[in-house]
């Protein structure tokens, strides 16, 4: 599989990717293309320099991820990537771009945030099995917390996954 292809999210271009998130009971239900701005303004302080990049594979449309520069979540003061939010393509499930996402953006992450990444969280509907069971194949430490599953990993050290 070829290196994805990413660009910034754009409401005009990219309205249609809500459905993707609609048809998954498991995500949050704030459509992207009327609500990220709304989002991003009421977690301004968990996140700096929030961004929605997409994916592709060719022409193909792999899915989008979510990004934020903010806090680790464990201590407060050193710099983490979140990752809110991370949608594949319903057509292209199960076919290994969810960790191809995951592991260019975390190859990247210092890039995405223009600076040293200390670790990285990522958080889902405990009850999204196909995230769930991706990310236990991952380097991350679990954390449960009710309805939400976090995952965290340090960047020190950290290779392709």
């Known amino acids: 599989m ?4 990413w660009v910034n999210y754009n409401p005009l271009m990219h ?3 809500d459905a993707w998130r609609f048809a998954n009971p498991n995500i949050a239900k704030f459509a992207l293309s009327s609500d990220i701005s709304a989002f991003i303004e009421k977690h301004k302080t968990d996140f700096l320099d929030s961004k929605v990049k997409v994916a592709y594979d060719g022409e193909n449309t792999v899915g989008f991820i979510g990004t934020g520069f903010c806090k680790e979540p464990f201590d407060g003061k050193h710099a983490s990537l979140c990752l809110p939010l991370v949608v594949i393509n319903p057509a ?5 771009y969810g960790r191809k996402m995951l592991n260019e953006v975390i190859s990247n992450a210092e890039e995405i945030v223009g600076g040293e990444v200390e ?4 958080s889902t509907h405990a009850e999204n099995s196909a995230m769930n069971n991706l990310m236990q194949k991952l380097p991350f430490q679990k954390i449960n917390l009710g309805k939400v599953s976090v995952y965290f990993m340090r960047c020190k050290g950290v290779e392709k996954l």
């Open 2 to 5: 070829a290196k994805l292809n």
């Open 15 to 17: 309205a249609h990717l």
């Open 92 to 96: 292209l499930s199960r076919q290994g």
């Open 119 to 122: 670790s990285i969280s990522l």
